[in-house]
Structures are given as structure tokens and as C-alpha cells.
């Protein structure tokens, strides 16, 4: 195959991700929707990005904010309704932007007529939808869920005296993906979207679908082996072939995979072309990193940036044959990236925010920047309980607080970790709720945005907005940035990350100074012919020593 077979546009993209709920309201009610996406498309489009990934906007009672869906084509009433999304999608496409809508198949709410009518009684054909245990057969095999207050995926149903799978809440039961009729109705589904034009899907958890029926005794002490053990069902790839094969062969679209207990020996087997699956996944190796113990005094950054290297490294080389890689650092799911992997104190947040754009969009992997990171968007660090939505916090909570445990450690911690902190609403302007609503909205705006919105950047030639666009007009302009060899440089290099960037005799050097102090590089490379493409300060100083959150990408011939 020649490198010229090897292009295409979804490896040419960047993905930008609306999380729907928070991006901007526009009937007053509180809650982000289609229309206020819709409102929002010119700024969307003054971006440069060409991919919008929405979370799910299907219909859901919302225990997990839309991930539990009780009707597949259906929109969520909070969200507008279909005429609303056909509009949205001519926006979108109409501005050369492509849409790829969230795909949950791996459980649906238990307010799907599905699972209302199975439950209804043993007999039902919706029954072999979802993975029952008649009680007769005694207490099922432990199964770990991940939102469940007790961490019990089987939920007791008194109605047909058996119990229900739910890898998640109680109110997201697993589909049975052993039965055909139900492997049918999805592909349906897929097909009433694709026909619609939308052009791919995220797949939620999909690595999870396929479970071995027998249930058999599992022996793990951890979360993360019980999710190495889900992305692992036994049919796992002859379903991804199928649904390849059913659907996605018949059209011209992206997927990517969210690849949760995906490990790197096994991401091939999703997005080796020759496999015909799936296009992408994205891997937990490197926003699972955790922090060095002690303080940030200590430690700058705050996570062993050599451990962060050589995990990026690693995936980079996965793919360097076949296959192809994705590239995030924060999403619906994660808290700020800047406040995670950077530094949002108000002396570098602005810094801190390039500088991992810089990274993200400098990889040999397709970049999912999530909405509101354009900005520098922070953490929020509740201090109640009583402010936080996300249900995998709040039964994390109750859980700790019936155990009579540390609950102030717990929300600490929260301050750092909890998804709700990605999930405040976007910062369009310095006026009441941040622009976002004319009404108090479902969860609190950061108090920051008076200093951190959209608007004030808008018209200041060097803020972080105006920077995110410049490195995505680079990005396009220059396909050594998409296809181009990587190379680690400097690797020990405990504050510095540096690497190259080779394709068809080019060659551009990426230098990112992940601490708060100046910090010297040493990549190996005569540097004396280089020029700097983009830089995060005004006049770099030298290209060996970089300042403080520094990022410069340099040109070598
Ligand atoms: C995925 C989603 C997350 C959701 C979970 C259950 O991890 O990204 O938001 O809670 O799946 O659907
Ligand atoms: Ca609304």
C-alpha cells in the first residue's frame, strides 16, 4: 500500500467534543441543548476543527446523563427534538464539519420499552435482551459494577424473582449482545443515524459487549481487573467484524472506541485495517497515570512526566505500522485538563493551557480536544456534596459515608478527580452565568469566568482561544504533524518533553516544558537552522532553555 492509500480524513481531523448538557442553552431552562449548539456554530466553525463529537443527545431519564438511553430515535426532550438535530447537522455540514454522535450499546436504561417488557415476565422475547439469573439457580457469581453504591452489578428484580447485569448504574442494564435479534435491532439503529448522514460514532465502552453467559467465578481484587475482564468477552471481535461487515463497511464514516480495559498488546485487534473493525480507539494508560505522593511543591509536575512519556511513546509505536491512534487529555469523563496535567493557578493557567494544546495537536494521533480546554477552562473543586451531579461521585460518597469512612478526604480528592469539574457550562462571556443561560443552570458555573471566557479572549491576538486556532490552522497546513515519524528525544529528561517529527524529508521539533520553572533541553539536534513555527511566549529566549510552561515547535530544514 502506498503512504498515499494510507490517508484519510478522520486520521487529517481534529475532534472536537460538545458535551451537549453544558455547551449553551437557549430556551432558558437551565440546560445546554441542540439549539444552543446551533447558536454557537459560527464560533464552532472559527475553530478550524472538523469533526464535533457529541455526547449522547438520545432520550434518557438522565441518571447518567444520557448514557442510559431509553430510546435510540428519540432526542432527549431537555435537548430539542428531531427537526432541531436535522438542523444542527446541515449546520454543521454546510461549514465543512463533519458529526459523529455517541453510541451506547453496550447497556440501555431500564426505561427502555426493551427492558420494560422483559422484565415484564420470564416469557417475554425482550427477556433475552438483557442477562438475567433466575434466583433458583441461588445468588449470582460477583460481579463488580462501576457506579453501583455497592459495587454490586446484580440487581435483585422481585417482579420474575431474578436478578438483572449492570457493569454500570442499576438504571443501565447490559444488553444481551448473544442474541442475534438484539445484535439486529442495533445494527437497525445504526443505519437510522447513518442514513440521516452523520458521519461515524464514538462507541461507548463497546470492548464490554460480549460476556461469557456462563458466568463463571472471578477472583479479582480490583476495578481494573474486572475491566480487563469485561473488554474481554468471548465474542468480543466477531461482533465488532459484524457490525463492521452490517454497517459501517456500507458508508463513508469514522469510529472510534472508547477502549476502557483495553491494554496496548491488544488495541491492534480493534484498528489493524486488515481486521476490518473499528477505526480508533482511545486508551486510559495515560489519563490513569496517577500523581506522586507528597505535595506540588515537590513535585512539578505533579505526575512522573518520564512515566507520562514513555506511555504516549509506547502507544505512538503501537501504531506506527498499521492502525491508527487517538490523542485527549480531557473529556466529560475527566476533570480539567489544565487542571489535571497542567497548572491553572492564575500566573500560568494561560501558559499551562497552550502548552498541552500544543501537545495534543503536535502528535501522530488524532486529537479529541474537548470544549471549554480552547479557553483554559479549570476545575471547579466543589466544597458539598450537595453542588456535585455526577452520579459516579455522589454513590461514591454515600458509599463512604454508610461505611462510616474519610468523606472529607473523599471530597479533596473530588476537587481533583470528579467528572462534574469538566462538565460545568462553557464560559461565553463575563454577563450573568457565563452566557450560557439566562437561568441558573443545572450545575454551577466556575466563578472564574469572569476572567475566563470566550468573549475577553476573543478579541486578545494572544489568548488561549486565539492560540488553539493557530495550532489547528498548523495542524492542517502542515501533514508532518498528522502523518510524520515520531521520535522521543532528551526521554529522561524528568521536565521536559521533546520529540521529532519526520515526514518525506521534513523535520519539526516539539519542546514543552511541563514545569513551572525554567527548565533546560538538550534534544541532540544541531538547532542552528531552525525556526520557530509557533511558540506559547512572545520571543522564545533560546531554543535550549524553555520557560516556564513553555512550547515551541521548530522547523529543521
Ligand atoms: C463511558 C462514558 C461515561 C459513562 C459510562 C457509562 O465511560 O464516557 O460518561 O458514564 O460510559 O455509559
Ligand atoms: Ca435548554
Redesign the pocket.
Known amino acids: 500500500m502506498s503512504k498515499k492509500d494510507l490517508r484519510k480524513w478522520w486520521k487529517e481531523a481534529v475532534v472536537y467534543q460538545i458535551y451537549p448538557r453544558s455547551f449553551k442553552d437557549s430556551n432558558g431552562d437551565g440546560i445546554g441543548d441542540l439549539g444552543g449548539i446551533i447558536s454557537r456554530l459560527d464560533y464552532i466553525s472559527s475553530l478550524g476543527i472538523n469533526v464535533v463529537w457529541l455526547n449522547p443527545i438520545f432520550a434518557s431519564p438522565n441518571d447518567?446523563n444520557g448514557?442510559d438511553i431509553s430510546d435510540y430515535r428519540r432526542i432527549m426532550d431537555d435537548f430539542g427534538n428531531m427537526q432541531d438535530f436535522d438542523e444542527l447537522l446541515a449546520g454543521l455540514h454546510v461549514r465543512g464539519i463533519k458529526l459523529v454522535l455517541d453510541l451506547?450499546v453496550?447497556?440501555s436504561s431500564d426505561e427502555h420499552e426493551w427492558f420494560r417488557l422483559g422484565r415484564s415476565g420470564r416469557d417475554h422475547p425482550y427477556r433475552e435482551y438483557y442477562h438475567w439469573w433466575p434466583a433458583e439457580k441461588g445468588t449470582p457469581p460477583q460481579r463488580y459494577s462501576i457506579f453501583d453504591i455497592n459495587h454490586n452489578a446484580w440487581m435483585y428484580d422481585t417482579n420474575t424473582d431474578a436478578w438483572f447485569l449492570h457493569y454500570?448504574s442499576r438504571k443501565?442494564p447490559d444488553l444481551n449482545w448473544e442474541n442475534p435479534a438484539l445484535r439486529k435491532e442495533i445494527y437497525d439503529m445504526m443505519r437510522f443515524w447513518l442514513d440521516k448522514d452523520i458521519d461515524g460514532f464514538r462507541m461507548?465502552?463497546i470492548p464490554f459487549i460480549s460476556k461469557d453467559t456462563s458466568f463463571p467465578i472471578l477472583h479479582f481484587s480490583t476495578e481494573q481487573e474486572y475491566i480487563h475482564y469485561y473488554a474481554n468477552g468471548p465474542n468480543l471481535h466477531a461482533y465488532l467484524q459484524e457490525i463492521n461487515r452490517e454497517v459501517l463497511s456500507k458508508y463513508n464514516i469514522m469510529t472510534v472506541a472508547?477502549g476502557?480495559g483495553v491494554r496496548k498488546e491488544e488495541a491492534l485487534d480493534y484498528v489493524d485495517p486488515e481486521r476490518h473493525e473499528l477505526n480508533m480507539l482511545y486508551h486510559f494508560d495515560g489519563i490513569d497515570l496517577k500523581n506522586l505522593p507528597g505535595d506540588e511543591i515537590v513535585h512539578d509536575p505533579k505526575y512522573d512526566l518520564v512515566a507520562f512519556k514513555t506511555i504516549y511513546s509506547n502507544w505512538d509505536s503501537i501504531f506506527s505500522e498499521k492502525g491508527w491512534g487517538t490523542i485527549y487529555l480531557g473529556n466529560?469523563?475527566q476533570p480539567r485538563m489544565v487542571s489535571r496535567w497542567g497548572n491553572d493557578t492564575p500566573e500560568f493557567r494561560e501558559l499551562s493551557s497552550k502548552m498541552l494544546s500544543t501537545f495534543l495537536l503536535t502528535m501522530r494521533a488524532t486529537p479529541y480536544y474537548y470544549a471549554g480546554d480552547e479557553l483554559g477552562m479549570a476545575n471547579i473543586r466543589f466544597k458539598n456534596i450537595d453542588d456535585y451531579n455526577d452520579i459516579?461521585t455522589i454513590n461514591r460518597y454515600r458509599k463512604i459515608e454508610s461505611e462510616g469512612g474519610d468523606l472529607k478526604g473523599f471530597l479533596e480528592e473530588m476537587k481533583l478527580f470528579s467528572r462534574d469539574n469538566g462538565r460545568t457550562p462553557f464560559q461565553w462571556n463575563a454577563t450573568a452565568h457565563a452566557g450560557f443561560s439566562t437561568r441558573t443552570p443545572w450545575l454551577k458555573v466556575n466563578p472564574d469566568f469572569i476572567q475566563v471566557n470566550a468573549g475577553v479572549q476573543e478579541s486578545d491576538p494572544n489568548s488561549v482561544l486565539n492560540y488553539f486556532r493557530q495550532l489547528v490552522k498548523l495542524r492542517k497546513q502542515h501533514k508532518i504533524l498528522v502523518y510524520g515519524k515520531y521520535t522521543l528525544l532528551d526521554k529522561d529528561n524528568p521536565r521536559i518533553y521533546a520529540y521529532l517529527r519526520e515526514w518525506q524529508g521534513d523535520k519539526l521539533l516539539i519542546m514543552l516544558n511541563f514545569t513551572k520553572t525554567e527548565a533546560s533541553v538538550n534534544p541532540g539536534i544541531n538547532l542552528s537552522k531552525a525556526s520557530v513555527l509557533i511558540c506559547n511566549c512572545s520571543s522564545p529566549s533560546s531554543c535550549k532553555v524553555l520557560r516556564p510552561c513553555g512550547a515551541m515547535v521548530l522547523q529543521l530544514s
Do not use: L, P, R, T
Open positions: 447518567d448514557y451506547v453496550n447497556h454500570f443501565q461507548d465502552v472508547e476502557a466529560h469523563d459516579a
